[in-house]
């Protein structure tokens, strides 16, 4: 347990070897910076979180002193002047109307002459409005004294608000200070790999998340404080929620006995850059399933890069070999070719097949011939639904269905939010997301 906790903590990272025989590293310490993001209830200078003053000439940008808005000039001028102009006489830049975010977004970027950081463009996503009426007038306005995230200019419209935000208030609070934690200390699961197991335990025990996580840093970090520790918890959750989604619900569907397979080939279908950089976290399965001697990961996406110049890369852990290969195609494109093998399992994982007409000529292709299950999850329950109906639809057999768009035990603990979170609010829908959150599992019948 030592070696392993040392190897989590140090500072070699995630070994893979190339093709051509080469040693690299594919981990998040590769990174130079945490991506910096602006929340008005976060002063961007001394990371007090509360109700802060806004910058009077673009009313965007929250102080929570005079000391550090002088501080902060030298940087918040080069965008200030662009957007106080464009304001001119009005109460608010998005007064009413925070649909015009990707004009001012255009503007900004135009005059700058280049692309706007996350930062620059969530201080336009995330305008301080009240959440209900859109009132840009900041002196009528307050604070959310739960989270600091949202703001309301009265009574009638917090109450408005009061139960899609309750649903949501906690974890927006999680979020400002997992921001704030991250700005401030370094994290330490950045190289996490889950830690061997002698003997199959069934995944299903685990329950969740929320205990999936706590097993792991209090190991990892048996004497660190509270908040720390709690921010490091989301963040691994973050890291192993699609392995963690696959394993727990196909087990689940008790399709396959994972825990008797010497040999799994899973293909992860609509993969982007970010799954390939959280290669790692499918060590979740050979950590688990003890008999488990070759794991072959095919990432299947358009979008997807090379790493170092090569699709396919290799990793050795608990007695298991792991082959990772990138597949630069749409799935149905993939099946066609020679270098295509048959996968045990499939999964589409925040898929979004009714949002994206891309995914139509693959659907029949993900649920295979063989009798292999296919896992898709979605962020809302009502998209979940949709998207097996459109699975349906698209394939030429009947499917059944083992586990019915339902809450994910797995999701992942930490959000994002989502830019246009005023305007969901009006069709009842949640401004933030996790993801994996809603989980579906099929095969042909
Ligand atoms: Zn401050
Ligand atoms: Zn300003
Ligand atoms: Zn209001
Ligand atoms: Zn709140």
């Not at 009061?162 to 400002?176: A, E, F, P, R, T």
């Not at 270098?339 to 045990?344: A, Q, W």
């Amino acid at each position: 347990m030592e070696e392993w906790r040392l190897k989590c903590l140090g500072s070699a990272g995630f070994q893979i070897k190339t093709d051509s025989g080469k040693t690299m590293n594919l981990s998040e310490t590769n990174k130079q910076e945490i991506q910096r993001r602006h929340y008005f209830g976060l002063c961007p200078v001394c990371l007090k979180i509360g109700e802060h003053n806004a910058c009077a000439g673009c009313i965007l940008v929250f102080y929570c002193s005079k000391d550090c808005q002088k501080a902060d000039w030298k940087n918040h001028k080069v965008i200030c002047k662009t957007l106080t102009k464009i304001r001119a006489k009005n109460i608010h830049i998005f007064h009413k109307n925070p649909m015009l975010q990707s004009q001012v977004a255009n503007a900004l970027s135009v005059s700058l002459s280049r692309d706007l950081s996350q930062y620059e463009s969530d201080i336009l996503t995330h305008p301080r409005l009240c959440m209900v009426c859109l009132t840009g007038n900041q002196a009528s306005l307050k604070n959310c004294t739960g989270c600091n995230c949202v703001a309301y200019c009265s009574q009638e419209c917090r109450n408005e608000d009061k139960d899609l935000h309750n649903s949501v208030c906690s974890d927006l609070n999680n979020l400002i200070n997992d921001h704030r934690i991250d700005l401030q200390t370094k994290s330490k699961v950045d190289n996490f790999i889950p830690p061997g197991s002698d003997s199959y335990h069934p995944f299903s025990l685990v329950a969740n998340m929320d205990n999936l996580v706590k097993e792991y840093i209090n190991i990892l970090l048996p004497d660190d404080e509270t908040s720390f520790k709690e921010n490091q918890m989301r963040k691994l959750s973050w890291q192993l929620t699609c392995p963690a989604t696959v394993l727990y619900n196909i087990e689940k569907a008790n399709i396959i006995r994972l825990d008797e397979k010497e040999k799994l080939e899973i293909h992860i279908v609509g993969a982007r850059k970010a799954e390939v950089e959280l290669a790692r976290s499918w060590l979740l399965f050979p950590a688990r399933l003890p008999k488990l001697k070759k794991l072959i990961l095919v990432m299947v996406g358009p979008e997807l890069e090379d790493v170092a110049g090569t699709n396919t890369f290799f990793a050795q852990e608990y007695g298991c070999d792991i082959e990772f290969r990138l597949i630069k195609k749409p799935y149905h494109m993939y099946e066609r070719t020679k270098k295509f093998t048959e996968p045990d399992i499939v999964a589409a994982l925040n898929c979004g097949f009714i949002f994206y007409k891309e995914w139509n000529e693959s659907l029949n292709s993900l649920v295979r011939k063989s009798g292999a299950p296919l896992v898709f999850t979605e962020y809302y329950k009502e998209d979940c639904s949709q998207n097996l109906e459109k699975l349906k639809d698209h394939c030429k057999t009947d499917l059944e269905v083992k586990i019915n768009s339902q809450p994910n035990p797995f999701q992942s603990r930490t959000a994002a939010r989502l830019p246009a979170g005023f305007t969901l609010r009006q069709y009842g829908r949640k401004n933030i997301l996790f993801s994996n959150d809603f989980v579906c599992v099929v095969k042909r019948k």
